[in-house]
């Protein structure tokens, strides 16, 4: 019967995104049976070796050349391949571009309950709670999940810590037949963005900047912090669209949704947009000089000033972290 936790393992230059490392903590904390990873790709031996020392109990791995680079319809055949081959009664995912486009297909295709984006998990007797917010994040739902379907839960990167890593689990080779109509997507390139900038979806400290910020180069400041606190530059949607940092920037409705554990909102109104990309961030720092600003509702410290002033006096304050982790 199955009982088991699946977590994907997603993987970018050869090593575990960080989300889904603390996906291990979530699956944990669903289940008192065996948690299970699975690592899906080409040449992905390093990436399996990592993943047994994270704390699973077993390591699945779907190695072949068709799975080189990601498309929705083999990643789908390989995740129910090692759905069968863990027992997995759930399937705990890091929220991110890939898993958005293949996990609802997984549920549709085993006639699971899916919860997307969710900012906690919950075993309650046998039932799953997840909360997670909805309607542009004006309000928050708690959803339960029963037994008896597969259920799939996608979970915001940073809302659970790292794994302890104990011992080293097995690893086994699965296969994935995939049938010509698998194929028949196929991807012709991958260009990546933004090289030696952090992900935003696995950074744990963000400095994000509004229009305020007026041009692109003003941007630098928001690049300097960001750099001294070890974290990733976002934007909102209006400097996004006056062309001062690129879409995958872009942090809101219609961009990333992001959870750090500290969000400096740098001359941003607090549009219910924007918010519904951030609001799971632990800490907020808004700095606005509009001291009814709707980012201050959402703030857990308001500065109400001028961003080009403040910016660099909290840099200049920072100096001293230079090489230490800003978060303990
Ligand atoms: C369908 C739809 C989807 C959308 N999706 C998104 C989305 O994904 N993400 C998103 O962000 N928006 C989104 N928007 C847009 C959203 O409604 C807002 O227009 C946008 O977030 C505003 O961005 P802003 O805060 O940078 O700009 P503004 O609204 O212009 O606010 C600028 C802020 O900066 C402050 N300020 C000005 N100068 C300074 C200074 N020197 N120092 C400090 N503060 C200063 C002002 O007081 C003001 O509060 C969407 C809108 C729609 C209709």
Do not use: W
């Amino acid at each position: 019967m199955s009982k088991n936790t699946l977590v994907f393992i997603e993987h970018r230059d050869g090593a575990i995104t960080p989300a889904s490392l603390r996906m291990v903590t979530a699956a944990k904390s669903v289940t008192d049976a065996e948690v299970h990873a699975v690592v899906i790709g080409h040449g992905v031996t390093p990436i399996a070796e990592q993943a047994a020392v994270i704390g699973v109990d077993n390591v699945h791995v779907l190695d072949d050349e068709s799975l080189q680079q990601y498309s929705v319809l083999p990643y789908t055949r390989a995740m129910d391949a090692a759905i069968e081959a863990s027992a997995a009664a759930v399937v705990v995912l890091a929220a991110s571009g890939l898993t958005r486009d293949f996990a609802p297909r997984l549920a549709a295709r085993h006639n699971g309950l899916m919860a997307t984006d969710c900012t906690s998990v919950e075993r309650i007797g046998e039932s799953i709670h997840v909360r997670r917010t909805m309607y542009a994040a004006k309000c928050e739902g708690e959803l339960e999940l029963p037994p008896g379907q597969l259920r799939i839960l996608s979970i915001r990167g940073n809302a659970f810590p790292l794994p302890t890593c104990t011992g080293k689990a097995p690893i086994s080779s699965v296969d994935a037949i995939l049938s010509e109509g698998d194929k028949r997507v196929q991807v012709i390139e991958f260009i990546a963005g933004d090289e030696g900038e952090q992900n935003l979806a696995d950074a744990d400290v963000i400095v994000s900047g509004g229009r305020s910020l007026e041009s692109e180069s003003n941007f630098s400041i928001l690049y300097d912090l960001a750099h001294r606190l070890g974290g990733a530059v976002a934007a909102t949607r209006a400097a996004v669209d006056a062309g001062y940092q690129p879409q995958s920037h872009q942090v809101g409705l219609t961009g990333n949704v992001v959870a750090p554990q500290l969000y400096v909102a740098c001359g941003i109104d607090g549009a219910i947009q924007h918010l519904a990309g951030m609001r799971g961030s632990k800490v907020v720092v808004a700095i606005n000089t509009k001291a009814e600003a709707p980012i201050f509702n959402v703030a857990t410290y308001g500065c109400v000033a001028d961003l080009f002033e403040m910016v660099p006096l909290i840099n200049e304050a920072c100096q001293s972290l230079d090489g230490k982790p800003v978060l303990q």
